[in-house]
């Protein structure tokens, strides 16, 4: 991939003079979904998948990017003065907001810069290439100009950058993962300190099996920010009885004793299960740690219910993909994985059922909703890097 980058650099760019090669990996989140904007935890892991970039310095104020991914869109130009999103700008409004957020932080970007890209993280598949680019921009701009700012920080910047540049109100756990990745291991983040707590994934005889729906995400991000707003609500409606600053402060039983300040049904439904997935989400990591992974999987089974009947945001393609997972041997876990509405689900899968389930699963969602559904056994892998 690094061979095929540069020689693309070299092909639009002219020459690959002052360049240099970043990778900056995807996620997928094993348990904890949409908890990270309700001061809850979350369980996501860096993918060896992810977005190569090539970039240099300009001498000029100009920004020109490519994207392999979207080659019919050829070189998109701007300018480092004046960043703004923008329609036409299409992908290049995720750089872009990167660099606007790094001007909004105070560290300004003094020339212009050839940025190409490529990922092979499938698009609005949920494992967060929008996260990854922005994180990779970040990482890039910090090399480029020395900066003096940690990963958690590039984090930060990218999850200011797409609340803010972009409009979707994001959590920070998809740049947190993809900054703070570590091969191996999935990261135990409170999301209301970003305190975290690195867990090995020792899977000895399985392996992490993503299924793409291919359900292409239309309205997800608006269906995104009206979630986290019935939350909000939520939220405001239990502190007028107990004195909390977030979902993520309560246990069930709490919660159950408190939920008659709720006045909607449905806000109810989402405000518990913000509660019971953080509740699961610490279960589920003390059940990794006791090696009982049967326990681990079953949570994450709960977790796509919940996110299925009180959360509302799998849809008839994530619910087939994850209930015939169920139904094969081998599957240790199943669950949707990331914002939801179309994505992907994650699955553990015993070593010597992975061909079977793939094809299985596979069939069983051609038949049901007509088109295929794409498979991924995935590794874990580090955070951003130069190569
Ligand atoms: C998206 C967001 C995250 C998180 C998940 C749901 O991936 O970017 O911040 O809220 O959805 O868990």
Redesign the pocket.
């Known amino acids: 991939m690094k061979q095929t980058v540069w020689n693309k650099f070299a092909e639009v760019f002219g020459d690959t003079e002052g360049a240099k090669v970043y990778f900056a990996p995807g996620r997928v ?1 094993m348990i ?6 309700n001061g809850g935890h ?1 369980f996501p892991s860096a993918l060896t998948i992810g977005t190569y970039g090539v970039a240099r310095k300009r001498e000029d104020r100009k920004l020109r990017f490519y994207s392999m991914n979207f080659e019919q869109l050829g070189v998109i130009e701007s300018s480092i003065d004046g960043l703004k999103p923008e329609k036409e700008a299409d992908w290049t409004n995720y750089p872009k907001g990167v660099m606007w957020a790094f001007g909004e932080r105070g560290f300004e970007i003094p020339c212009g810069m050839d940025l190409l890209l490529n990922g092979n993280i499938p698009n609005g598949s ?1 494992l ?1 290439s929008s ?1 990854s680019v922005e994180v990779l921009t970040g990482f890039i701009l910090r090399d480029m100009f020395g900066f003096d700012v940690t990963n958690q920080d590039l984090a930060l910047i990218g999850q200011f950058s ?1 609340n803010k540049f972009n409009g ?1 109100n ?5 740049q947190f993962a993809i900054a703070m990745g570590k091969k191996d291991h999935a990261i135990f983040l409170d999301t209301a300190d970003l305190s975290y707590e690195y867990a090995p994934i020792v899977l000895e005889d399985a392996k992490i099996v993503i299924a793409c729906s291919n359900k292409k995400r239309g309205l997800g991000d608006s269906k ?1 920010n009206e979630r986290r707003s019935e939350c909000e609500t939520a939220l405001a409606e239990l502190q007028k009885v107990v004195d909390i600053k977030s979902l993520g402060e309560l246990t069930e039983e709490e919660f159950e004793s408190y939920k008659g300040a709720i006045a909607d049904p449905i806000r109810e439904k989402r405000a518990k299960h913000a509660v019971y997935e953080n509740q699961r989400t610490i279960k589920a990591v003390k059940a990794l740690k006791d090696n009982d992974i049967k326990l681990f999987g079953e949570l994450m089974n709960a977790s796509h219910v919940s996110l299925r009947d009180d959360y509302e945001v799998t849809g008839i393609e994530l619910d087939t993909l994850v209930e015939n997972s169920w139904k094969q041997e081998g599957v240790i876990g199943s669950r949707m994985t ?3 509405f179309g994505g992907c689900t994650v699955s553990i899968v015993k070593t010597d059922c992975v061909d079977a389930f793939i094809k299985n699963v596979g069939e069983a969602y051609l038949a049901k909703i007509g088109y295929a559904a794409d498979f991924y056994v995935v590794d874990i892998g580090d955070g951003p890097s130069v190569l």
């Open positions: 989140n904890g979904e949409h908890t990270d904007y979350v949920g967060s996260a797409e979707v994001c959590g920070i756990m998809d995104y990331g914002a939801g």
